[in-house]
């Protein structure tokens, strides 16, 4: 038997540098250094985990649409231990809203063949959350989402939803679509031999023909949602600190009471 | 007046505070229709009616409960077909999400998750967005289709609207693919009695300077000096001080209460993603330095352990 699965991956710009939009209220990806989403780590992990601990032949493939630069997310993806990346890259990309996102991952997921699909939670700049229920809708299989817990046996993905209300064990036949929570676990670093390796490993590129999408619809053009405006929030006002020296609880209660909340 | 079909999140027929902010948004782009699922659907009729639900549209089925997420976008979309809607509101949840965006595709519209506020505008409803860890306010609008918006809770008042409330059987026939996900097991969440984190008025969080699980009791006893929900960073979460149910921030819970207290927590971009939209903020943390600092309408350099607890007692003794 044989599983093949692909881990869909997004670069992102780092969240701890200055994030902003260029004019035309995309995200700036020039200013910010970008990364494979810590997010998505924890999807090829789970992936590289649910491979080790399975009798079949087992392939992984990182997939990412996105610029030029995105190359990285797949390369360290790759040094984690995944077996192949496909990047689908494409000048009419650019602007692209989560409906069209999840319309190109799927058909490149679909030409690449799956059994298994592993997303993040949710990426760190858009924070939607949704593209992995969309993949679900798009190809028409089980989603079996937000897991803290996964594993793969016999054709069958189980798995465990912490969910506002109540923690549910889920159960799906493959083919599926799941994604993971950063509590499934820490993700592995890539060692010294893990990225001389993934120098060597195969990197597909494919554009907007391969999939056969026409450009109108994806891209800024293309897109279901119109942003009209972004503004940087106005910075807080300085607020008061003081310096505790045994009444700062005291007068902590005095700014609450101030403020009506005691 | 074109009508607005806004998603109902209920417990048993008790509707969620979240909802009830979501029929005052619908409210200024049209007239509200609810659509209530499952066990005690139709219980929430009155509620739902008081807040200016002209119709509540109602089915219940063990499929809801049995199966993931996709029963629920298929009785969505009955809903949708039956109402032919302007917009669809639904509460920013993590299932609630996944609902709209299936639906949106279903119908071939375009989705906007997390909005903070909405307004009617020339070409379709505005929705307010936080973004970039609520560093960026965005307004945007869907531009295919029918808007399907996704709402945070508490980014919008709870107000008293009369209306009929009438409720309505909602015809749904669930597609081949609606018993995919099966739900085998199902344990609910303990209930504290303390309110809902991201519903509460006041949100009290400790983080790894509250150094251990036992120390948590602290943090509680402020919380429940002031009616608060309790919170906790992602290190208090990972060390196991906390369950991750309480987490807030970026994979935790995003809160946006009148006033958050933090204690003990440095302030990480990936912590003020999930508060920095507080209307008041409270820090107590013994270095000066810390980023928490530059967010607070009100700040204490010192030692938890001494600040809190005198902060308890006298918020305790002025309430008498
Ligand atoms: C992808 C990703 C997602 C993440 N998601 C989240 C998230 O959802 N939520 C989240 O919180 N974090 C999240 N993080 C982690 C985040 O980056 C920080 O590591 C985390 O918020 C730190 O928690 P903390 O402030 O409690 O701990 P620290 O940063 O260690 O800060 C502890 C603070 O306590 C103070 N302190 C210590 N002792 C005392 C005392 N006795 N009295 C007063 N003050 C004291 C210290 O001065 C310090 O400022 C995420 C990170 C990543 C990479
Ligand atoms: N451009 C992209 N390329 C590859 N995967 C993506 C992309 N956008 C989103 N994803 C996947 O979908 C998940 C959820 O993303 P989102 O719905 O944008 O928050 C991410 O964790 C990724 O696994």
Do not use: C
């Not at chain 1, 093949?4 to 200055?18: H, N, S």
């Not at chain 1, 959350?129 to 054709?155: I, M, N």
């Not at chain 1, 494919?206 to 897109?223: N, S, T």
């Amino acid at each position: 038997m044989s599983l093949r699965i692909v881990v869909t991956v997004k670069y992102v710009p780092d969240a701890t540098g200055d994030r902003h939009f260029a004019d035309d209220l995309t995200v700036d990806r020039d200013d910010v250094d970008g990364l494979l989403s810590e997010l998505d780590e924890y999807a090829v992990e789970q992936a590289l985990q649910i491979s080790e601990n399975s009798d079949d032949d087992v392939e992984i493939t990182v997939l990412t649409v996105g610029p030029e630069d995105a190359k990285d997310a797949l390369r360290k993806a790759l040094s984690m231990g995944a077996d192949k990346a496909i990047h689908v890259e494409d000048d009419d990309l650019h602007g692209t809203d989560v409906i069209g996102t999840s319309l190109v991952l799927a058909k490149a997921i679909e030409k690449a063949g799956y059994d298994l699909v592993v997303s993040g939670m949710a990426s760190t700049d858009g924070t939607a959350g949704v593209v992995p229920a969309l993949l679900a809708e798009r190809l028409g299989v089980p989603q079996v989402t937000l897991l803290s817990e996964v594993s793969v046996e016999d054709g069958v993905v189980r798995g465990r939803r912490d969910g506002d209300t109540a923690s549910e064990q889920l159960e799906a036949s493959l083919p599926a679509v799941v994604s993971v929570t950063d509590q499934s676990g820490e993700a592995r670093y890539p060692s010294f031999k893990g990225i001389m390796a993934a120098k060597k490993k195969p990197v597909e590129s494919w554009d907007l023909e391969d999939l056969e999408i026409e450009a109108d619809e994806v891209g800024l053009e293309g897109a279901w949602t119109k942003v009209e405006a972004a503004a940087e929030r106005p910075a807080r006002t300085a607020g008061t600190i003081v310096k505790d020296e045994g009444e700062g609880g005291k007068q902590l209660a005095e700014f609450l009471a101030g403020q009506k909340f005691i | 007046m074109a009508e607005v079909l806004v998603y109902v999140d209920h417990v048993d027929g008790a509707v969620r505070k979240p909802t009830l902010e979501l029929l005052t948004l619908a409210r200024r782009i049209g007239e509200p229709v609810a659509v209530a699922l499952g066990a005690g659907a139709e219980a929430t009729a009155a509620t739902l009616g008081e807040h200016g639900a002209v119709k509540v549209l109602t089915h219940d089925a063990p499929e809801y409960a049995d199966y993931l997420v996709v029963p629920k976008v298929d009785a969505l979309q009955a809903a949708y077909e039956a109402v032919s809607p302007a917009a669809v509101l639904v509460p920013s949840s993590a299932e609630g999400k996944e609902i709209a965006a299936r639906l949106a595709v279903r119908i071939g519209s375009g989705i906007i998750t997390d909005a903070v506020d909405l307004e009617a505008g020339d070409e379709g409803p505005v929705a307010t967005q936080s973004v970039f860890a609520a560093s960026f306010t965005t307004k945007s609008r869907v531009s295919k289709g029918t808007p399907v918006i996704t709402v945070k809770p508490n980014s919008a008042p709870v107000e008293a609207a009369a209306a009929a409330g009438a409720v309505e059987a909602l015809n749904v026939s669930f597609s081949e693919k609606a018993t995919g996900t099966k739900v085998t097991a199902r344990t609910p969440r303990e209930s504290t009695g303390r309110p809902e984190l991201t519903e509460a008025a006041i949100v009290v969080s400790g983080g790894r300077g509250v150094n251990g699980a036992e120390n948590f009791a602290i943090i509680e006893a402020l919380a429940d000096s002031l009616g608060a929900a309790v919170g906790a960073s992602r290190a208090a979460v990972d060390a196991g001080w906390y369950p991750h149910s309480n987490q807030v921030g970026q994979t935790g819970k995003s809160v946006s209460p009148q006033l958050y207290i933090a204690s003990g927590i440095s302030g990480a971009i990936q912590h003020r993603a999930g508060m920095q939209t507080s209307k008041t903020i409270v820090a107590i943390n013994k270095d000066a330095e810390a980023p928490i600092f530059d967010l607070v309408d009100y700040g204490v350099v010192g030692d938890l352990f001494e600040v809190v607890p005198q902060l308890t007692e006298e918020i305790k003794s002025r309430k008498g």
